[in-house]
């Protein structure tokens, strides 16, 4: 009740201000003396959509039973990122995951990953208020594989209600698409971008094109509307990450007896080039004649990534290193130091080479007819068709070398690794090298899912009780995988 007092104050203040121009428009002209006077030129000022688009989010959650925020596009292709999942942090309560996968936190996602509503997981996505999901992602869609520039509006649902498909446990995004009764006639719309990535130094372009029109016929009003859009994305990271720290009574020589030091296992640093092509498709005929309306549409998004990663990180024993010439700092962590085996025996690395590959797509066709029987009475129907395939593969070749020592500097404002000539030699000959491990991954799944839902709604006309909603849905949803999409065979070969 309070946020409701506080629109309707915000709402009166813009009618205060729209009443003030108006008063000014009204103003009496100027005597005829006025006329011979100097003519002055007036600066024209242009309004964007921006506002439009902002005030038709505010409405969204002024008007709703629920806790409900949005981001609505001024216009098609204009939602303010390159993916759906960095819409989606621009709303309060709303975080994103930035690494690949949840459990995986050393490798990086530019356009980020999972989404979390006020901490919680298990997040339900819908495309325009009915169920969809990726064939690899439960009962959620992966909202880095959907175009963008294909969306009209994103609302998430923090408390959903009755009326929503249930299994929200944290909350429910629902994606909006455009239909053609938005526009009031014929509308044609052209993007292009490109995207430089300057670390790598890649080019990659993005494109989208929207057709809407509609008219007026015997039959009722008719409309036809058609969006595609297709982007690229390169990128390359590039990662320095310290291995966890370990209180140590003996970590260096003379260490007084009862007191911790914190030295780490050791450092990694990592490269990974990751490419991705996104391409969608979406398509919607809407008729509506008197009382009744029906909208059929088809919406696709295509999504393939690779990437491409070459690393070396620390496998040593963290209770055998000794630290020379080390700074600790006050509560006694390692800044910088030389680390060596207190046994003599060499520090144990791994490099590996890494790629990973996906393709995923996702189809949905939906109709839905309403019909207002008279001025209490309506009804929905609404039948969708839903149909998801994924294919994953991930390989890993890994070498072993063992080395004499590790420099390591955490003083700085960037971190370092460092080896000397001796050291870079000893790294160059392939002699040093043994095979250490491989992993393989792939799998294939696919999903499928036939729904129809029947809603009733009678309204009153009463001050308290206003109307009374009610339906039934029925469903049928299959889901096939070759493979355990979460195993991952790693298998050591001469890995000491």
Do not use: C
């Not at 629109?7 to 009166?12: G, R």
């Not at 080479?353 to 929905?380: G, I, P, Q, V």
Request: proline share 4%; glycine share 8%.
């Amino acid at each position: 009740m309070k946020y409701q007092r506080t629109a309707i104050s915000i709402a009166a203040a813009q009618a205060a201000l729209l009443s003030s121009g108006l008063a000014f428009a009204q103003t009496p002209a100027a005597p005829a003396a006025a006329a011979s006077a100097p003519v002055q030129k007036v600066e024209t000022v242009i309004v964007s959509g921006r506002r439009a688009a902002l005030e038709s989010a505010q409405k969204i959650k002024q008007n709703s039973d629920e806790i409900v925020d949005s981001i609505v596009a001024d216009d098609i292709g204009k939602l303010p990122d390159r993916s759906v999942t960095e819409v989606l942090q621009r709303i309060v309560g709303v975080t994103i995951e930035r690494t690949m996968a949840r459990n995986d936190p050393e490798h990086y996602s530019v356009e980020g990953s999972g989404v979390n509503i006020r901490g919680l997981s298990y997040v339900r996505s819908e495309m325009n208020g009915r169920d969809t999901f990726s064939a690899n992602g439960g009962r959620a869609l992966n909202f880095e594989d959907v175009p963008p520039e294909l969306m009209a509006g994103i609302d998430v649902y923090k408390n959903p209600s009755a009326e929503q498909i249930e299994g929200a446990v944290g909350g429910l995004v629902n994606l909006r698409t455009a239909l053609p009764f938005d526009y009031p006639g014929f509308k044609g719309s052209v993007t292009v971008q490109e995207g430089y990535s300057k670390l790598n130094g890649k080019k990659k372009p993005s494109a989208s094109g929207l057709l809407v029109n509609s008219w007026n016929t015997d039959l009722g009003r008719i409309g036809v509307l058609v969006n595609a859009a297709s982007s690229k994305s390169a990128t390359r990271s590039d990662f320095f990450q310290v291995e966890p720290y370990y209180p140590r009574t003996d970590a260096v020589v003379g260490q007084t007896p009862g007191t911790y030091l914190w030295v780490p296992k050791g450092a990694q640093w990592r490269t990974l080039e990751f490419e991705r092509k996104r391409d969608g498709l979406y398509g919607a005929l809407q008729w509506k004649k008197e009382d009744i309306d029906s909208s059929l549409t088809y919406f696709r998004s295509k999504y393939r990534m690779q990437w491409d990663e070459q690393a070396i990180f620390a496998q040593t024993e963290p209770y055998k290193i000794r630290v020379s010439n080390g700074k600790f700092n006050d509560q006694g962590a390692l800044v910088s130091g030389t680390l060596t085996n207190n046994d003599g025996s060499l520090l144990n690395f791994n490099d590996d080479t890494r790629t990973a590959t996906r393709d995923s797509k996702t189809e949905d066709f939906a109709w839905r007819l309403n019909w207002k029987a008279n001025d209490r009475w309506s009804f929905t129907s609404d039948l969708q068709y839903v149909k998801a395939s994924t294919r994953g593969l991930d390989s890993t070749v890994a070498t072993g070398v063992g080395m004499q020592k590790e420099v390591l500097d955490l003083s700085g404002s960037t971190p370092s690794l460092s080896f000397d000539a001796a050291d870079r030699a000893y790294l160059a000959d392939p002699k040093n090298y043994y095979w250490a491990f491989t992993m393989e991954h792939l799998d294939r799944s696919q999903g499928t899912q036939k729904s129809w839902k029947g809603d009733a709604r009678y309204r009153f006309d009463h001050p308290v009780l206003q109307d009374l909603r009610f339906g039934v849905r029925f469903t049928d949803r299959q889901a096939l995988s070759s493979t355990n999409p979460s195993s991952y065979h790693w298998q050591a070969i001469s890995h000491p």
